[in-house]
C-alpha cells in the first residue's frame, strides 16, 4: 500500500511569520493572512468551510513560482484556486491558496484561421464568458458550457473536468484540451500533451501511469463507468479508453488529460491549449411537454438518437417556481404547450443546432413524429426564435440558483446531485431516488443534462441538526442504486471533500491503489490540494462542515427588523414557518447573511448591475459574496481580532475587518435583485453602520450628509446663503478647505443650493384623503430632498404633466394648520449613515400621513429612486407596522404609475417628435425593483425619439460614495466600466436619467446634461 505522507496542514496549523516575511518579500502580488482574508477563500459553493494557512494574488507567473517554491521548501501545502464555485469542496484547504482569477488570466496565443483546427492558449485564470467574447467574432466558441460559464475558470474547469450543457456534442473538458504546461511538485515546469512526443518529466510520469493502467486493464475493465460523465478519481482510462466519447479524435494519449479533473492534486497549472469549436450558426429549440416525469426520463433514450446538441430537464418544481417569478413566468410560459394547464410535470429542452437553419427545421418535425410515435402527439412547442431560446436557457440555468433561495437552516444540499447512469436506466433510477428522499423525510428537485444521464438533485437537508445523518444514509442507498445501474457516482462536479471517499467504492481497492501511487509520484511530499482524490476524508465529518450542529451565532439585538429570514422551512412541503419564529439569536439576521451559498453568481461583467465594487477591483473581498463570508464569520465569531479590533459583545459588526469589506459597497441594491438566494448586502450595509458607528461615533462628514433633508430647508431662509454655500463650487481653495474638515472631495463640485426651492414657491396642492379619493384621475406626489432644494424644475414639471394630463395631485405635505413643519423625508441620508433611529422618526412621520391615501388605493408617485424605493423597501424594515406594507404597496415612480395608467388607457399623451434620439441609464435602485422598463415604454412613445437602454451596472456615485475623498477615484472607475463611455459615443443624444446622483456623475465625467425623464415627458406633451 503506497504511504502517501499524512497531510501536512495537520502539522502546521498557521502560517509561520518569518514565511510570510518570504512571501512578502519575494512576490509581487498580495499576500493575506488575517482571518477575515482567510476567511473569505475558506469555502467555494459546497457545504465545507477549511481556513487557508495564506492567501496569494499573483500578479505574474514569476509569483506562481516564487509561492511554490517557498511552499515547498516550508512544507506548505498549496491550493489553486480559480473562481471558486466548486461544489464538493475542493477548493478549500488549509493550505497556501493561490489565487489566479484576479490577474493570471491572459490569451497567450491562438491560431484561429482554420475554424476546424482553431486553438487557443490560456492562463488558468480565465473566466468561459470572457474567453468566449473574445472568440465570437472569430465564429468560434470554447463549447463546455457550464452553468457558471460567467465565473468558472479554465484552470478550474479543467481541475474538475467540468461538463456543460451540450456535452452529448462537443465532450467534457477531458475532450477539449489539448495541453497543459504545469509546475510541477518539484518546482519544474512540465508540457504536458501528446504521449508520443512527451519528454522530460511528463514522459516519465506519462510512463508511470501507462505502467500502472498496463496491469490494471481487468480491473478497469471491470470497475470503469461505460459512460462519458465520469469524473471520479484521475483519468487512468487515457491509456486503456472507456468513455462513450473518446479523449482524442484519433485515439492517441495526451497526456494533458491526466491532470484534468486532478483538482489540484498532481499540478499547478500554468497555461493550457485548448481546442475551439465552430460556433453553430442556427440553433432551434423543441420543448417536449410530459404529463409524467417518469415518461419524460423514458424518453430521453429515444431523443438522443435524432442528435441533438442538448436535452435538458426542468422539473414541475422548477416550472412552478419560474412561474411564480415575475422575471421568469413569460418565459416558462411560452415553453408549455398550454400555458394555463397545471399538467405539466416536466419539459425536456432538445436543442439542435447546425449552419443551414432549414435542416434544423425538419429536425423539430422529427422530433413532433418521435413524440408522437411514443403516445405523445402534440407534445412539442416549437421555438425557432433565437430570443426565445436564450430567455428559455436563462431561466434553465437559473434553475439550481432559483430553488437555493428557500429561507430557514434547511437547504438543497449537493453531495449526489451529479451521478450519472445510462440512459435506458434513467427513469428507474429517478424513480427509485425519489423513494428515498422520500423514505427520509425529503424531496428533491429534479433539472439538467438528461442527455447524458447526468441529472441534477439536490435533497433538502438541514446540516445544523440531522443533516449529516440524512446524507449518509441518501448517499448510500444512491450509490447502490448507481452500481445497480452500472453508472458514475460522480458524473460533473468531481470529488473533493464530498465524495472522496467513494472513489474506493467505484473503483474497488486496487485502482484506488493506482491513484495513490500516481499521486506520490507527481507529489512525493503530499504538497498539492492534500486530502482531495487520495486519502480523503468521510464525506459528513462535520470537522469539515461550514456549519455543523455545534455551529453557533453570537446574540445580537439588531437595528432592522430580518423577522422574515428568521423561520424554518418544511422540506418536502417547503412552508415556511411565521416570521420571527426560529429562535435565531440574532433574530433573522445572520440567517440573512447565511443566504449566501457561496455560488460565487456575484462575480459577473454582464449587462446588470451586480457587482460594481467587484468589477472595479477583483478582489473578493469586494465582492457580496466576499462581504456575506465575512459578516457570517463575524457573527459566528470566526474572526480573529487584534487588539484594537476587538468589538463590544452586543456589536459584533463594528470592526475594522467588517469595515473594510463595507467600504466600496455603494449599497445599488444589485445583489438584492441578481443575486439568485436575494442576498441584500445595501440592508446589512445599513446594519453594519449602525453598529459600527455606534461604536466609534458618527464624522462631520456623516452629519453633514446625514442632516440635509433637515438644514436644506433653513439654507434657503438666510438672503445670501444659497450664494455663499454656492461659492465653494468656483473658489478651489474654499474646496480644498473643506476637503480638510470634511473629506468631501474638492475635485467633485457640489449641487446648487437656490433661494427659491419647490417649498417655498406657489402654494402646493393639498387634498386630504378622503377629498382626493371622489376624483377619478387622483395620486399623490412625494417631494424628495433632493429634487426639491437642488432640482425643483423636475417637480414643477411632474406637476405640470400630472395636471396636463388630467389628474388631482396632493402633494405630500405637513397640513399648514399644524404650524411650520419641516416638509416630509425618506430617512435616506439617515440610513446611509447608519442613523437608524432618526431615519425611523422621519420615515414614520410620511407614512403616517401617506397611508390612508394608499389605504384608499391611491398611488404615491415619486421621481428620486433612492428615496422612492425606500418606503418600498427599507420601510419595511423598521418595525412600522401595517401602514409600511400599504404605504409600500402603493409607492411607484412616476413612470411605473404612467405606464400603468396608459395600459388602463386612463393615460393616453400624444407626444411631439423628438429632435435627438435618447439614451437612457437607469439608477440602480430603479434596475433592483425592475422599474427600468416603464420609462422605456413611455419614452418609445415620443415619435423619433428611438431610445436606447444603456448597458451599465452602478454611476459610482451612489448617493455620497463618489464625493467621498477616499472614494472618488473608485466612483469614477464605476462610470468609466460603460456608462460614460456609452454616452460619449453618443455625442448627439440626450441622456436621460432619473437619480440626482447619475445625472451629476454624468456631468462631472462628460460635461453633459442628464435629465430627468419627467422633464423630457412634459417637455414633448402636444398640449
Ligand atoms: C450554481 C452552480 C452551477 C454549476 N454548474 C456546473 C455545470 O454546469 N457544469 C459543471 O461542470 N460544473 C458546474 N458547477 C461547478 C463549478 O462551477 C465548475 O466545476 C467550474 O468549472 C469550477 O470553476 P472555478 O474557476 O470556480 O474552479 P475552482 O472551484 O476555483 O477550482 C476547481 C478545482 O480546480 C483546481 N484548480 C483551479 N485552478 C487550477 C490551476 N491553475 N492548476 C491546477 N488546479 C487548479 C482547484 O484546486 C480545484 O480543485 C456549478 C457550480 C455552481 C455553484
Ligand atoms: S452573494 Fe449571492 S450571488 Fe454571491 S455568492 Fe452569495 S449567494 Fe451567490
Ligand atoms: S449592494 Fe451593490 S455594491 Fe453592495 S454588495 Fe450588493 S451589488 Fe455589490
Given at each position: 500500500m503506497t504511504k502517501i505522507p499524512a497531510d501536512p496542514s495537520f502539522r502546521i496549523k498557521s502560517l509561520p511569520p518569518e514565511i510570510t516575511s518570504k512571501l512578502q518579500k519575494e512576490v509581487k502580488g498580495q499576500v493575506m493572512v488575517d482571518s477575515a482574508s482567510r476567511g473569505r477563500y475558506a469555502t467555494d459553493a459546497s457545504i465545507y468551510q477549511q481556513f487557508p494557512l495564506a492567501v496569494l494574488v499573483p500578479e505574474s507567473a514569476e509569483d506562481i513560482e516564487a509561492g511554490l517554491a517557498i511552499a515547498k521548501e516550508s512544507g506548505i501545502p498549496v491550493l489553486a484556486r480559480g473562481g471558486g464555485t466548486s461544489q464538493c469542496g475542493q477548493t478549500t484547504g488549509a493550505a497556501l491558496v493561490i489565487d489566479n482569477s484576479k490577474f493570471f488570466r491572459n490569451i497567450l496565443s491562438s491560431d484561429l484561421a482554420d475554424a476546424e483546427k482553431a486553438t487557443i492558449e490560456v492562463e488558468p485564470g480565465m473566466v468561459l464568458d470572457h474567453l468566449n467574447t473574445f472568440l465570437k467574432p472569430h465564429g468560434l466558441?470554447?463549447?463546455?458550457?457550464?452553468?457558471?460559464g460567467a465565473q468558472a475558470t479554465i484552470g478550474g474547469m479543467a481541475g474538475n473536468n467540468s461538463c456543460g450543457s451540450r456535452s452529448i456534442a462537443y465532450g467534457n473538458m477531458v475532450h477539449n484540451v489539448l495541453g497543459i504546461d504545469a509546475w510541477l511538485a518539484n518546482g519544474q515546469l512540465a508540457h504536458f500533451g501528446s504521449y508520443d512526443g512527451a519528454v522530460g518529466e511528463a514522459k516519465v510520469l506519462g510512463d508511470f501511469v501507462k505502467g500502472l493502467v498496463d496491469h490494471l486493464k481487468p480491473e478497469i475493465e471491470a470497475h470503469w463507468p461505460k459512460v462519458m460523465r465520469r469524473v471520479a478519481g484521475?483519468?487512468?482510462?487515457?491509456?486503456?479508453p472507456q468513455s462513450e466519447l473518446p479523449y482524442t479524435l484519433d485515439n492517441s494519449v495526451n497526456l494533458s488529460h491526466l491532470l484534468v479533473g486532478s483538482e489540484g492534486t498532481l499540478a499547478f497549472f500554468k497555461s493550457l491549449k485548448l481546442k475551439l469549436s465552430r460556433l453553430p450558426k442556427h440553433k432551434v429549440l423543441g420543448v417536449v411537454n410530459f404529463a409524467s416525469f417518469y415518461k419524460a426520463m423514458d424518453s430521453a433514450q429515444h431523443i438522443v438518437r435524432l442528435g441533438p446538441t442538448a436535452v435538458e430537464l426542468v422539473d414541475r418544481t422548477m416550472i412552478d417556481l419560474s412561474r411564480n417569478n415575475p422575471a421568469f413566468r413569460k418565459t416558462i410560459e411560452t415553453a408549455l404547450v398550454d400555458a394555463n394547464a397545471k399538467t405539466v410535470d416536466a419539459i425536456l429542452l432538445v436543442e439542435f443546432s447546425g449552419d443551414e437553419h432549414a435542416p434544423l427545421l425538419q429536425k423539430l418535425k422529427e422530433l413532433d413524429t418521435l413524440m408522437s410515435d411514443l403516445g405523445l402527439p402534440n407534445s412539442v412547442v416549437m421555438l425557432p426564435d433565437p430570443a426565445m431560446q436564450k430567455n428559455l436557457w436563462e431561466v434553465r440555468k437559473a434553475g439550481l440558483n432559483i430553488m437555493m433561495s428557500l429561507k430557514g437552516d434547511g437547504k438543497p444540499v449537493s453531495f449526489i446531485e451529479d451521478c450519472a447512469v445510462p440512459l435506458e436506466h434513467l427513469a428507474n433510477y429517478t424513480q427509485a431516488l425519489t423513494e428515498v428522499f422520500s423514505k427520509h423525510g425529503t424531496r428533491g428537485t429534479w433539472y439538467a443534462h438528461a442527455s447524458v444521464g447526468t441529472l441534477h438533485v439536490r435533497p433538502i437537508l438541514d446540516m445544523r441538526r440531522d443533516g449529516a445523518l440524512k446524507m449518509r444514509a441518501i448517499a448510500e442507498e444512491a450509490s447502490e442504486l448507481v452500481r445497480k445501474y452500472k453508472g458514475a457516482f460522480s458524473g460533473e462536479h468531481g470529488d473533493g471533500l464530498c465524495r472522496g471517499e467513494w472513489i474506493s467504492w467505484q473503483f474497488g481497492p486496487k485502482i484506488t491503489e493506482a491513484l495513490a501511487q500516481i499521486k506520490y509520484q507527481f507529489d512525493p511530499s503530499n504538497l498539492f490540494n492534500p486530502g482531495k482524490i487520495v486519502n480523503p476524508p468521510k464525506m459528513d465529518d462535520a470537522s469539515y462542515f461550514r456549519y455543523s450542529p455545534s455551529y453557533t451565532v453570537i446574540p445580537v439585538r439588531p437595528k432592522l427588523d430580518w423577522s422574515a429570514w428568521n423561520v424554518q422551512s418544511n422540506p418536502v412541503t417547503e412552508a415556511i414557518t411565521a416570521a420571527g419564529s426560529e429562535g435565531d439569536p440574532a433574530q433573522g439576521l445572520a440567517k440573512a447573511i447565511d443566504m449566501c451559498n457561496n455560488n460565487g453568481h456575484c462575480r459577473k461583467f454582464d449587462a446588470d448591475v451586480m457587482c460594481p465594487s467587484y468589477r472595479i477591483t477583483r478582489n473578493e473581498k469586494d465582492l457580496t459574496r466576499g462581504r456575506a463570508n465575512t459578516l457570517r464569520l463575524a457573527m459566528s465569531g470566526q474572526l480573529v481580532m487584534n487588539g484594537n479590533d476587538v468589538p463590544p459583545a452586543h456589536l459584533p459588526l463594528a470592526t475594522q475587518a467588517v469595515k473594510e469589506v463595507m467600504d466600496l459597497c455603494v449599497s445599488c441594491k444589485g445583489c438584492k435583485r441578481e443575486c439568485p438566494t436575494g442576498v441584500d448586502m445595501a440592508k446589512m450595509k445599513i446594519e453594519f453602520l449602525a453598529q459600527y458607528k455606534e461604536r466609534f461615533g458618527h464624522t462631520l462628514r456623516d452629519r453633514l450628509v446625514a442632516h440635509l433633508p433637515r438644514y436644506a430647508p433653513m439654507i434657503s431662509k438666510v438672503p445670501g446663503l444659497p450664494f455663499l454655500l454656492n461659492l465653494r463650487n468656483h473658489i478651489p481653495l474654499l474646496a480644498k478647505i473643506q476637503e480638510w474638515v470634511t473629506g468631501i472631495s474638492a475635485k467633485r463640485s457640489l449641487p446648487i443650493w437656490k433661494s427659491k426651492h419647490f417649498w417655498n414657491q406657489a402654494p402646493l396642492p393639498f387634498m386630504a384623503a378622503e377629498e382626493l379619493a371622489k376624483h377619478d384621475k387622483r395620486v399623490v406626489l412625494f417631494a424628495d430632498t433632493f429634487n426639491a432644494y437642488f432640482e425643483n424644475e423636475n417637480l414643477q414639471s411632474a406637476l405640470s404633466l400630472l395636471k396636463k394630463a388630467g389628474y388631482a395631485v396632493h402633494v405630500a405635505q405637513p397640513p399648514k394648520n399644524q404650524g411650520e413643519q419641516k416638509p416630509f423625508c425618506c430617512g435616506r441620508t439617515y440610513l446611509a449613515a447608519g442613523m437608524v433611529g432618526e431615519a425611523k422618526s422621519r420615515l414614520s412621520a410620511l407614512i403616517n400621513h401617506l397611508a390612508p391615501y394608499a389605504k384608499g388605493g391611491i398611488a404615491i408617485v415619486g421621481l428620486e429612486p433612492s428615496c422612492l424605493f425606500t418606503l418600498r423597501d427599507e420601510a419595511l424594515s423598521m418595525g412600522l407596522g401595517q401602514s409600511a406594507q400599504v404605504v409600500s404597496e402603493h409607492a411607484q415612480l412616476l413612470e411605473e404609475f404612467l405606464a400603468k395608467e396608459l395600459q388602463a388607457q386612463r393615460f393616453a399623451p400624444t407626444f411631439k417628435e423628438a429632435t435627438q434620439p435618447i439614451l437612457l441609464h437607469g439608477h440602480c435602485h430603479q434596475k433592483a425593483f425592475a422599474a427600468v422598463s416603464p420609462a422605456l415604454e413611455l419614452l418609445k412613445l415620443i415619435p423619433n425619439a428611438n431610445p436606447q437602454l444603456i448597458e451599465s451596472s452602478c454611476c459610482g456615485m451612489a448617493g455620497s460614495f463618489g464625493y467621498e475623498v477616499e472614494h472618488i477615484e473608485a466612483s469614477k472607475q464605476m462610470a468609466e466600466l460603460s456608462l460614460l463611455p456609452t454616452i460619449r459615443k453618443h455625442p448627439n443624444a440626450w441622456v436621460v436619467a432619473d437619480g440626482t446622483s447619475c445625472r451629476h456623475q454624468i456631468a462631472d465625467g462628460t460635461q453633459r446634461d442628464a435629465i430627468h425623464i419627467v422633464r423630457v415627458l412634459e417637455g414633448h406633451l402636444d398640449s
Amino acid at each position: 500500500m503506497t504511504k502517501i505522507p499524512a497531510d501536512p496542514s495537520f502539522r502546521i496549523k498557521s502560517l509561520p511569520p518569518e514565511i510570510t516575511s518570504k512571501l512578502q518579500k519575494e512576490v509581487k502580488g498580495q499576500v493575506m493572512v488575517d482571518s477575515a482574508s482567510r476567511g473569505r477563500y475558506a469555502t467555494d459553493a459546497s457545504i465545507y468551510q477549511q481556513f487557508p494557512l495564506a492567501v496569494l494574488v499573483p500578479e505574474s507567473a514569476e509569483d506562481i513560482e516564487a509561492g511554490l517554491a517557498i511552499a515547498k521548501e516550508s512544507g506548505i501545502p498549496v491550493l489553486a484556486r480559480g473562481g471558486g464555485t466548486s461544489q464538493c469542496g475542493q477548493t478549500t484547504g488549509a493550505a497556501l491558496v493561490i489565487d489566479n482569477s484576479k490577474f493570471f488570466r491572459n490569451i497567450l496565443s491562438s491560431d484561429l484561421a482554420d475554424a476546424e483546427k482553431a486553438t487557443i492558449e490560456v492562463e488558468p485564470g480565465m473566466v468561459l464568458d470572457h474567453l468566449n467574447t473574445f472568440l465570437k467574432p472569430h465564429g468560434l466558441w470554447y463549447p463546455v458550457d457550464v452553468s457558471t460559464g460567467a465565473q468558472a475558470t479554465i484552470g478550474g474547469m479543467a481541475g474538475n473536468n467540468s461538463c456543460g450543457s451540450r456535452s452529448i456534442a462537443y465532450g467534457n473538458m477531458v475532450h477539449n484540451v489539448l495541453g497543459i504546461d504545469a509546475w510541477l511538485a518539484n518546482g519544474q515546469l512540465a508540457h504536458f500533451g501528446s504521449y508520443d512526443g512527451a519528454v522530460g518529466e511528463a514522459k516519465v510520469l506519462g510512463d508511470f501511469v501507462k505502467g500502472l493502467v498496463d496491469h490494471l486493464k481487468p480491473e478497469i475493465e471491470a470497475h470503469w463507468p461505460k459512460v462519458m460523465r465520469r469524473v471520479a478519481g484521475y483519468n487512468l482510462d487515457v491509456f486503456h479508453p472507456q468513455s462513450e466519447l473518446p479523449y482524442t479524435l484519433d485515439n492517441s494519449v495526451n497526456l494533458s488529460h491526466l491532470l484534468v479533473g486532478s483538482e489540484g492534486t498532481l499540478a499547478f497549472f500554468k497555461s493550457l491549449k485548448l481546442k475551439l469549436s465552430r460556433l453553430p450558426k442556427h440553433k432551434v429549440l423543441g420543448v417536449v411537454n410530459f404529463a409524467s416525469f417518469y415518461k419524460a426520463m423514458d424518453s430521453a433514450q429515444h431523443i438522443v438518437r435524432l442528435g441533438p446538441t442538448a436535452v435538458e430537464l426542468v422539473d414541475r418544481t422548477m416550472i412552478d417556481l419560474s412561474r411564480n417569478n415575475p422575471a421568469f413566468r413569460k418565459t416558462i410560459e411560452t415553453a408549455l404547450v398550454d400555458a394555463n394547464a397545471k399538467t405539466v410535470d416536466a419539459i425536456l429542452l432538445v436543442e439542435f443546432s447546425g449552419d443551414e437553419h432549414a435542416p434544423l427545421l425538419q429536425k423539430l418535425k422529427e422530433l413532433d413524429t418521435l413524440m408522437s410515435d411514443l403516445g405523445l402527439p402534440n407534445s412539442v412547442v416549437m421555438l425557432p426564435d433565437p430570443a426565445m431560446q436564450k430567455n428559455l436557457w436563462e431561466v434553465r440555468k437559473a434553475g439550481l440558483n432559483i430553488m437555493m433561495s428557500l429561507k430557514g437552516d434547511g437547504k438543497p444540499v449537493s453531495f449526489i446531485e451529479d451521478c450519472a447512469v445510462p440512459l435506458e436506466h434513467l427513469a428507474n433510477y429517478t424513480q427509485a431516488l425519489t423513494e428515498v428522499f422520500s423514505k427520509h423525510g425529503t424531496r428533491g428537485t429534479w433539472y439538467a443534462h438528461a442527455s447524458v444521464g447526468t441529472l441534477h438533485v439536490r435533497p433538502i437537508l438541514d446540516m445544523r441538526r440531522d443533516g449529516a445523518l440524512k446524507m449518509r444514509a441518501i448517499a448510500e442507498e444512491a450509490s447502490e442504486l448507481v452500481r445497480k445501474y452500472k453508472g458514475a457516482f460522480s458524473g460533473e462536479h468531481g470529488d473533493g471533500l464530498c465524495r472522496g471517499e467513494w472513489i474506493s467504492w467505484q473503483f474497488g481497492p486496487k485502482i484506488t491503489e493506482a491513484l495513490a501511487q500516481i499521486k506520490y509520484q507527481f507529489d512525493p511530499s503530499n504538497l498539492f490540494n492534500p486530502g482531495k482524490i487520495v486519502n480523503p476524508p468521510k464525506m459528513d465529518d462535520a470537522s469539515y462542515f461550514r456549519y455543523s450542529p455545534s455551529y453557533t451565532v453570537i446574540p445580537v439585538r439588531p437595528k432592522l427588523d430580518w423577522s422574515a429570514w428568521n423561520v424554518q422551512s418544511n422540506p418536502v412541503t417547503e412552508a415556511i414557518t411565521a416570521a420571527g419564529s426560529e429562535g435565531d439569536p440574532a433574530q433573522g439576521l445572520a440567517k440573512a447573511i447565511d443566504m449566501c451559498n457561496n455560488n460565487g453568481h456575484c462575480r459577473k461583467f454582464d449587462a446588470d448591475v451586480m457587482c460594481p465594487s467587484y468589477r472595479i477591483t477583483r478582489n473578493e473581498k469586494d465582492l457580496t459574496r466576499g462581504r456575506a463570508n465575512t459578516l457570517r464569520l463575524a457573527m459566528s465569531g470566526q474572526l480573529v481580532m487584534n487588539g484594537n479590533d476587538v468589538p463590544p459583545a452586543h456589536l459584533p459588526l463594528a470592526t475594522q475587518a467588517v469595515k473594510e469589506v463595507m467600504d466600496l459597497c455603494v449599497s445599488c441594491k444589485g445583489c438584492k435583485r441578481e443575486c439568485p438566494t436575494g442576498v441584500d448586502m445595501a440592508k446589512m450595509k445599513i446594519e453594519f453602520l449602525a453598529q459600527y458607528k455606534e461604536r466609534f461615533g458618527h464624522t462631520l462628514r456623516d452629519r453633514l450628509v446625514a442632516h440635509l433633508p433637515r438644514y436644506a430647508p433653513m439654507i434657503s431662509k438666510v438672503p445670501g446663503l444659497p450664494f455663499l454655500l454656492n461659492l465653494r463650487n468656483h473658489i478651489p481653495l474654499l474646496a480644498k478647505i473643506q476637503e480638510w474638515v470634511t473629506g468631501i472631495s474638492a475635485k467633485r463640485s457640489l449641487p446648487i443650493w437656490k433661494s427659491k426651492h419647490f417649498w417655498n414657491q406657489a402654494p402646493l396642492p393639498f387634498m386630504a384623503a378622503e377629498e382626493l379619493a371622489k376624483h377619478d384621475k387622483r395620486v399623490v406626489l412625494f417631494a424628495d430632498t433632493f429634487n426639491a432644494y437642488f432640482e425643483n424644475e423636475n417637480l414643477q414639471s411632474a406637476l405640470s404633466l400630472l395636471k396636463k394630463a388630467g389628474y388631482a395631485v396632493h402633494v405630500a405635505q405637513p397640513p399648514k394648520n399644524q404650524g411650520e413643519q419641516k416638509p416630509f423625508c425618506c430617512g435616506r441620508t439617515y440610513l446611509a449613515a447608519g442613523m437608524v433611529g432618526e431615519a425611523k422618526s422621519r420615515l414614520s412621520a410620511l407614512i403616517n400621513h401617506l397611508a390612508p391615501y394608499a389605504k384608499g388605493g391611491i398611488a404615491i408617485v415619486g421621481l428620486e429612486p433612492s428615496c422612492l424605493f425606500t418606503l418600498r423597501d427599507e420601510a419595511l424594515s423598521m418595525g412600522l407596522g401595517q401602514s409600511a406594507q400599504v404605504v409600500s404597496e402603493h409607492a411607484q415612480l412616476l413612470e411605473e404609475f404612467l405606464a400603468k395608467e396608459l395600459q388602463a388607457q386612463r393615460f393616453a399623451p400624444t407626444f411631439k417628435e423628438a429632435t435627438q434620439p435618447i439614451l437612457l441609464h437607469g439608477h440602480c435602485h430603479q434596475k433592483a425593483f425592475a422599474a427600468v422598463s416603464p420609462a422605456l415604454e413611455l419614452l418609445k412613445l415620443i415619435p423619433n425619439a428611438n431610445p436606447q437602454l444603456i448597458e451599465s451596472s452602478c454611476c459610482g456615485m451612489a448617493g455620497s460614495f463618489g464625493y467621498e475623498v477616499e472614494h472618488i477615484e473608485a466612483s469614477k472607475q464605476m462610470a468609466e466600466l460603460s456608462l460614460l463611455p456609452t454616452i460619449r459615443k453618443h455625442p448627439n443624444a440626450w441622456v436621460v436619467a432619473d437619480g440626482t446622483s447619475c445625472r451629476h456623475q454624468i456631468a462631472d465625467g462628460t460635461q453633459r446634461d442628464a435629465i430627468h425623464i419627467v422633464r423630457v415627458l412634459e417637455g414633448h406633451l402636444d398640449s
